[in-house]
């Protein structure tokens, strides 16, 4: 069984941390072992911007039960200002006001509560800038 305390020391959930390969400066998120561009082991630990664009989304209306108090929510891809793309929840903003292009930043929330643990669970989502 895998603690809770595992899930909160995750550097890349609450530091937003990729490996940069030291061969060909690929970024990887999340970090990997070996990178998929020139199969290198030696990565060096960078910290990932935090703004970007929507590349794509979709608004979830049936959620799972931990989110159902959410509904409804957009989850969307977002490419960080670095071309690293990654899978966000939108925070703070009606489905409407989210589209393709929209400009975001990388925020961390609270995602869930584990009945069983009492545990909160957080993460990073994506708010929309204000124009």
């Known amino acids: 069984m895998i603690s809770p305390r595992y899930h909160r020391e995750k550097p890349q959930r609450y530091r937003l941390e990729a490996g ?8 990887h998120f999340p970090p990997r072992k070996v990178c998929r ?15 970007g664009k929507v ?7 049936i959620p ?3 989110f159902e108090s959410m509904k409804p929510y957009v989850v969307a891809i977002v ?4 071309g690293v ?24 929330r609270r995602m869930q509560t584990d009945p ?12 929309v800038i204000p124009t």
């Open 116 to 127: 069983v643990w009492e545990v909160l669970q957080y993460g990073y989502k994506a708010r």
């Open 79 to 82: 490419e960080l200002e670095n």
């Open 37 to 51: 561009k020139c199969f290198t082991e030696d990565f060096t630990t960078v910290n990932l911007p935090r703004r």
């Open 20 to 27: 940069k390969c030291d061969a060909c400066g690929e970024v």
């Open 85 to 108: 793309r990654l899978t966000a929840m939108v925070a703070e903003a009606p489905p409407d006001e989210v589209k393709i292009g929209t400009e975001v930043e990388i925020i961390f």
């Open 64 to 66: 799972p039960a931990q």
């Open 55 to 61: 590349v794509t989304y979709t608004t979830i209306w």
